[in-house]
Nanobody
Framework: QVQFVESGGGLVQPGGSLRLSCAAS????????MGWYRQAPESQRELVAS?????TTDYADSVKGRFTISRDENTVYLQMNSLKPEDTAVYYC?????????WGQGTQVTVSS
């Protein structure tokens, strides 16, 4: 059974930083892509950043230059700098293998003074 363990969310002031971590386990197959999505209240879930096994990354325009995604085997990280109130959302870890797509339980990030 695939499991994702997320950590690192919390409350931070505007301009601050947080680092999210997501450790995946339980799959005999490689996660060929891993990423982070977020969902704010009354909004659709959106891609924040992703990284494929070769290291190529992709970012939402709204976070380029502020967020950095990285990966160490089946653990994916999201370093978030210069946080803004509009970054407030539940952040979800996502991974895909040949078996399908999997999601973490979500971690709350709140940016507020």
């Amino acid at each position: 059974q695939v499991q994702f363990v997320e950590s690192g969310g919390g409350l931070v002031q505007p301009g601050g930083s947080l680092r999210l971590s997501c450790a995946a386990s339980g799959s005999p197959f490689t996660f060929y892509i891993m990423g982070w999505y977020r969902q704010a209240p009354e909004s659709q879930r959106e891609l924040v950043a992703s990284v494929i096994t070769g290291g190529t990354t992709d970012y939402a325009d709204s976070v380029k230059g502020r967020f950095t995604i990285s990966r160490d085997e089946n653990t994916v990280y999201l370093q978030m700098n210069s946080l803004k109130p509009e970054d407030t959302a539940v952040y979800y870890c996502n991974g895909r293998t040949v078996e399908g797509e999997f999601w973490g339980q979500g971690t709350q990030v709140t940016v507020s003074s």
